[in-house]
């Protein structure tokens, strides 16, 4: 027994031992704190260095990430506050370690710019004298401003001047390598609603640190990558880290001849991200003449401006003339606001007001070709039109948390206008008839819009799910009464074979709906590829009632329903696109997107007026196909194919006769397909720093299946007198090409530019006549050279010459083939003298042959000015003269695929101008929250 308890007693002493030896529960040490450790890696121009190797350790970490392709990088899950830091990039010179004693209580630590020195090359044969200047990135195209010497007091359309593919003209619209921007942001975010020449024209150039032309796909693309349809070109402003907070103010005032007149101010609180922007314009000015740079002080450069395009091809025009005279006044004004409302939610707010009150004078000679003959026609008109505007847009974004993001866009657009117009048209050949009318109308659209947008990231990077939601309702309500007489000719005399009066009221309401939701969903394979998923629903729903009134001779209305239209029709797509990504890696010179798109569709609906409907469907598969080879980063090709399937519209497939407008009965086709389109996009560029070099070159290329191509059928009516009847077919063979190319070389530390640049342009397009196919080659060529001599700080001489050809030909024998050829020669430039003085000309010679009413009138048009600056150039005073000559008389020749309109401008462009201008302005630096480095992402937005 003694045995047994000397046994128990052994083991409770060893259990006591055992248990002694281990903590007791409420001992337990927490887990360690988690923190995220981010920063950037910059080179010795302030660019950010993509894919750099950065290292993390410590006696807790082993971690390596590289840099994105804003140089940024970011660490999560770091245990230990106290840590060393290498930084590895090839080309430059790795960082000693460093080490780095963070405070253990924040969760988040950002660090101070890392700054890398490039390695030298100790080879001969290599010698670098250059920074790149200009950097492409994925959907980017990037301009350090700092490479780019401007006067004091120089505003950012100044400097996009010097800048490589840039053309900038007097109105604010710009062109780049061939391609028109159409939006302004600052910092990444829309500013003053996107207006891009106030922007351009008011800030000034000092506060610029990066100006960059993005190919916008929209918001959603931008936050998850997954591109749909044709990107706009949007120019993103980003400014110097040390001139991001200030205040500005722009005042003039102008008074000329002629009861000329215009007024502005500008003004912008800039504070980071904070801004507040105010622009406010009153002006009145000639139709059809170049406008005046009234903000940078320059005069207009009527004739074409830099390039002058010449008469001749599709749209293209002679000089600066859009086609029309009279005069414009104008009034606007635009408020812009953006600041964050929390530590969570950012607000950015968008309200303009635009006022037009338009006197036009146009006229015009066309030919339009048919199976039968020719119709030859003079038109004439003069119109008085009043429009008012109103467009409100509110952007709301919330961070919820590190992984859930809100966005929401509340929209309201209102639009009201009235006028008067009187017409004329004379018409011979195979119609003779002349119309004479006089017409008064008003309507109103308001519109309201809202778009939804919700995106969540999920713990494994990349991954990422998003939804969107988007819902417009446009109501429109036209109104227009309609007094015209038409004589009816007997054949090719004279003699009237009816004289027909009409008094009508022609009431329309149109009401339309859209309806669209969205999803994506993005699953990372690797570290360099994804599969992308995008499903989409599209609902346009439309109301629509056309009356036509009588009125008799006591002024009473009667509803004619022959003339009347009523129908409501809807149009519903869906696109669902699973497409693999390539290419993801920041060392990855390859980078493709490789799937396919289904969309079903259906269109119905109903047309009240004739008691018929209409329902159909279809389904197309579209391939999806990207490339892009990133030679470095100032060497890029990238080639796209897209695809899209566009229904015929409503009326195109009714098989009834509408005969709302007599002189132009409209009967569809119901056997009508949907139209495909197969479009092929490139661009290559390339950018030498050592030789400061740039050239590019873009292409297009687009081949319809089923075009739905109108047929123009002569009619007789009861009177025996002609006129076209339009009904609908679908037809292949429609293709078009453009390519352009630019050539830009800087020389003497850029005091010289030299600047080739050209396009070429070709139009396959088919019409029919009579039930007869007419086949349209267009082509255009286009060949400019403007170098631009800056030898000295006071000299700006700015010579440019160009040559357009442009013929067409049809395959009806009736028709006439046309051949325009333009020589423009222009020359701008300033000379500043005494300091404070400056003198600005402009002058343009067009020589143009091929268009018989402008053979004898190849306009000089002259422009001059004369500028004083004062208070230490915060001040101007200037005199401005116009077209001293008074030559701005051009004609704009348009050519379809079945006629050739030219129209002239009847400008009465000579006149002067005194102008008083003040700008001030004050700039400091950004400082970052508790002496911590500014942080920016690549859109130049501020990390706070």
Known sequence: MKYFYSLIIGLLMYSTQVLA??????????????????????????????????????????????TNTDGVFVFKNVKSATYTLVVQSIGYTSTAPMRFKQNDAVPRIIMDPIVLKEKKNTLNEVVINGTPSITYKTDTVEYKASDYIVRKNATVDELLKKMEGMEVANDGTLTHQGQTVTKAKLNGKEYLGGDLANAIKNLPAEIVDKIQVVDDYGDQAARTGIKDGDPEKVLNITTRTDKSVGNMANVNAGAGNDKRYEAGLFGTRINQNQVLGLNARLN????????????????????????????????????????????????NASFSYRDKLGKKVQLNLNYGYGGTDVHSINSSDAQNFTSLGTI??????????????????????????????????????????????????????IIHQDQISANKNKNTSPKFGASVFYQHLFKKPRRNFSIQAD??????????????????????????????????????????????????????????????????????????????????????????????????????????????????NNTSKVRFSLGLTAVPALLSGTKVSLGTSTSRSSFNIIPIARFEYLFSRQHRLSVNYSGNAVEPTFDQIQPVRDVSNPQNPVVGNPDLKATFSHSINGNYNN?????????????????????????????????????????????????RFNANYSVNKQLNDRKYNLAFSG???????????????????????????????NPKEWLEVNPNVSYNVTSSDNTLPTSIDSRTNTVALNIDGKVYFWDTWLFGYSASKNYVSGISSN?????????????????????????QAFDLFNQNNFVNRVINDNSIVDTRSN??????????????????????????????????????
Do not use: C
């Open 21 to 66: 030896q281990q903590p007791a529960k409420h001992n337990v040490p927490p887990p360690l704190p988690m923190r995220e450790v981010s920063g950037i890696v910059k080179d010795s121009t302030d660019l950010g260095v993509i894919g750099a190797t950065v290292s993390l350790t410590s006696h807790k970490d082993t971690l390596k990430v590289s």
């Open 284 to 331: 009145n000015t000639v139709n059809g003449v170049a406008q005046n740079n009234a903000d940078s002080g320059a005069g207009a450069q009527a004739g074409g401006g830099r390039g002058g395009q010449g008469a001749g091809g599709r749209g293209a025009n002679n000089g600066s003339s859009t086609g029309s005279g009279g005069t414009t006044r104008t009034g």
């Open 376 to 429: 030859f026609s003079t038109r004439g008109s003069v119109n008085n039109t009043n429009s008012r505007n109103h467009n409100f847009r509110a952007e709301i974004e919330a961070n919820l948390d590190s992984n859930n993001f809100l966005r929401i866009i509340p929209t309201l657009t209102y639009t009201s206008s009235s006028g008067k117009r009187a017409d004329s048209l004379f018409q011979t050949g």
């Open 471 to 584: 819902l417009n309702s446009n109501r429109q309500h036209a109104e227009q009464e309609q007094d015209s007489r038409i004589l009816y000719y007997l054949d090719a005399s004279e003699t009237v074979a009816k004289d027909s009066l009409i008094n009508r009221i022609v009431s329309r309401k149109n009401l339309q709906r859209n309806y669209r939701g969205s999803l994506t969903y993005v699953e990372p394979l690797s570290t360099n590829t994804q599969l992308e998923f995008n499903g989409q629903i599209n609902y346009n729903g439309y109301d629509n009632t056309a009356t036509t009134s009588n009125i008799d001779a006591l002024g009473n209305a009667k509803i004619i329903d022959s003339l009347s239209n009523i129908y409501d029709y809807s149009f519903t797509q869906a696109r669902i696109a699973l497409n693999y990504r390539y290419g993801l």
């Open 687 to 735: 950018y030498i720093a050592n030789s400061k070099l740039n050239y590019s070159l873009n292409f297009n290329t687009t081949f319809t299946q089923n075009a739905v191509v109108r047929n123009n059928v002569q009619i007789r009516d009861a009177y025996n007198s002609l006129k076209t009847e339009t009904r609908f077919v679908n037809m292949d063979g429609v293709y």
């Open 759 to 789: 396009s070429v342009n070709y139009n396959h397009g088919i019409s029919m006549s009579n039930d007869i196919r007419n086949i349209t080659r267009t082509w255009t060529f286009i060949e400019r050279f403007g170098p631009r001599i």
């Open 855 to 879: 053979i004898t009138s190849n306009p000089f048009v002259v422009n001059m000015y004369i500028e004083k600056e004062l208070f230490n150039r915060r001040g101007r005073v200037s005199f």
């Open 907 to 944: 400008a009465l462009s000579r006149y002067f101008m005194l102008r008083l201008s003040m700008r001030l302005q004050k700039w400091s630096g950004a400082r970052g929250k508790g002496g911590r480095g500014i942080i920016r992402r690549g859109d130049g937005s501020f990390m706070q």
